[in-house]
């Protein structure tokens, strides 16, 4: 299973399904990282945490443990 904390740097990926349950998953789709959205990844830190992406046309940091729970390919 690919999730958003295994992608490198410089590539762009599709949100396939989103793992977890309540707050914490309404708090990812609330920032617009939905299913069959596109995210590219700009930037991960050197111990891989925070990861930097770009979605919807806007940029955004997530943790480890959120990037962890996107189920990409």
Known sequence: MNTLKNTPCGETVR???LLGAGSVK???MD????KGASIYVRK???LG???EVT???YELS????????????
Do not use: C, F, N, S
């Open 15 to 17: 949100v396939v399904r």
């Open 26 to 28: 309404r708090h990812i």
């Open 31 to 34: 920032m617009g990282i939905t």
């Open 44 to 46: 991960v830190a050197p």
């Open 49 to 51: 945490d925070p990861v």
């Open 55 to 57: 979605v919807r046309g």
């Open 62 to 73: 997530l943790r480890k443990a959120d990037a962890e729970m996107i189920q990409v390919e």
